[in-house]
């Protein structure tokens, strides 16, 4: 039976994307955020290569998202995709990954919308059951990025499936837990991926999982455990402040990265104030031309331990 792909489109980009109203897109100069709808149509122009690749932002003007899934941007992430995948549906969860050129992303659609706070703190729980020596890996993205987006912020966006790699043009592939490769057309890979992920269940990860202490001695974690980390809800600027040093840190503005000698304002904060990302090729807070959110600015900071 055939499809018409605008169909298939529609029903992708709902499933998909947990923000219709702006999406990022690929140019010459890397991803940049379109403030224009994420319709059925610039979805398919992109799976086509008519036009560009597309991410979609993983977190609603609400707060809420109804997509959980990880970013393994590791040479070995592929294989702890897999691994964290048998754990997820072993729990009950839907679990599916997709090769990347470096890498894998692991998507895990959600029964409902459900608060980014909450998915975030369950998806911190998974990966410290199955994973718990990478469990603070800053090569292992969340998302959604972010527990909530300001106002005017669109958060972190996430390339999706299927989309051609734009450096590449190669289309990742998508398997289920067992390692058996879903598809082939993308209608069948969304014919195939029919589960989702209770809400329950997302509550009941969520209340398992504690924020690490940090600095302190191995007992004590154990024995004390706090309701907050500092830096949950703090912003890109609060982080480069406090534990960076950066005093001018100001959302939508360049300041002098601090993590080398930087003569040139070269490290840019977005104007959500979730990420910073410097200019200069090799500098840890470059990341590929990707930046650092929050959590890697908070656990990447002079003197913090893991």
Not at 78 to 105: D, I, K, N
Not at 143 to 167: A, I, Y
């Amino acid at each position: 039976m055939g499809y018409e792909p605008l169909s298939v489109a529609t029903y992708y980009v709902a499933l998909f994307a947990p923000r219709v109203d702006a999406y990022s897109a690929w140019t010459p100069k890397g991803w940049r955020p379109v403030r224009e709808p994420l319709t059925p149509q610039v979805a398919l122009d992109g799976l086509t290569q008519k036009g560009p690749a597309i991410s979609a932002y993983m977190i609603g003007a609400d707060n809420t998202s109804h997509v959980l899934a990880y970013d393994f941007d590791t040479d070995d992430g592929l294989e702890q995709a897999f691994t964290l995948a048998e754990v997820m549906v072993s729990l009950g969860a839907a679990a599916y990954v997709e090769t990347s050129r470096r890498g894998a992303h692991l998507w895990s659609p959600l029964e409902t919308p459900m608060p980014a706070k909450m998915i975030r703190r369950a998806a911190r729980s998974f990966l410290e059951s199955a994973l718990p020596e990478h469990a603070g890996d800053v090569h292992i993205e969340i998302r959604p990025g972010s527990d909530t987006v300001q106002e005017e912020g669109l958060g972190h966006p996430l390339r999706m499936p299927c989309m051609p790699h734009p450096k590449t043009g190669k289309m990742g592939q998508m398997h289920d837990h067992h390692r058996a490769r879903l598809g082939p057309s993308l209608a069948a890979v969304l014919l195939d991926m029919y589960k989702t992920t209770p809400a329950a269940l997302i509550e009941k990860r969520a209340g398992m999982w504690s924020p690490r202490l940090k600095g302190l001695p191995k007992a004590f974690r154990t024995t004390y455990q706090p309701t907050e980390d500092p830096y949950e809800d703090a912003s890109a600027s609060d982080i480069l402040r406090d534990l960076w040093g950066v005093e001018n840190a100001r959302p939508g503005r360049a300041v002098r990265c601090p993590a080398h000698d930087d003569r040139n304002p070269s490290l840019s904060i977005l104007r959500d104030d979730k990420r910073a990302i410097c200019k200069t090729p090799g500098c840890i807070l470059n990341n590929d031309d990707h930046g650092r959110g929050t959590y890697e600015l908070t656990t990447l900071a002079p003197g913090a331990s893991t």
